[in-house]
């Protein structure tokens, strides 16, 4: 189901998708949802990483030591 949503973009950026459109006569839309698509995976990952960063830094989380982790499963040389 697609929805529409509004969207403030950088008129330098918003000429390029509409000139990308043209050029391979595809709709401005289709680009824009393929950039969006292909890129919130990566944003999912970063900003999980951080939110963890953050939450260990403020001692919601705790880390523990490759050779605590080793002990801990019984796999000490």
Same mark, same amino acid.
Request: glycine share 4%.
């Given at each position: 189901?697609?929805?529409?949503?509004?969207?403030?973009?950088?008129?330098?950026?918003?000429?390029?998708?509409?000139?990308?459109?043209?050029?391979?006569?595809?709709?401005?839309? @289709?680009?824009?949802?393929?950039?969006?698509?292909?890129?919130?995976?990566?944003?999912?990952?970063?900003?999980?990483?951080?939110?963890?960063?953050?939450? @260990?830094?403020?001692?919601?989380?705790?880390?523990?030591?490759?050779?605590?982790?080793?002990?801990?499963?019984?796999?000490?040389?």
């Amino acid at each position: 189901m697609n929805m529409t949503t509004a969207l403030r973009v950088n008129q330098n950026l918003l000429e390029r998708y509409k000139n990308l459109a043209k050029a391979t006569d595809r709709s401005r839309s @289709y680009y824009m949802n393929k950039a969006l698509e292909d890129s919130i995976a990566r944003f999912e990952y970063e900003y999980g990483i951080l939110k963890d960063l953050e939450e @260990y830094r403020s001692g919601k989380e705790e880390a523990y030591s490759l050779d605590e982790v080793r002990k801990h499963l019984g796999l000490e040389d």
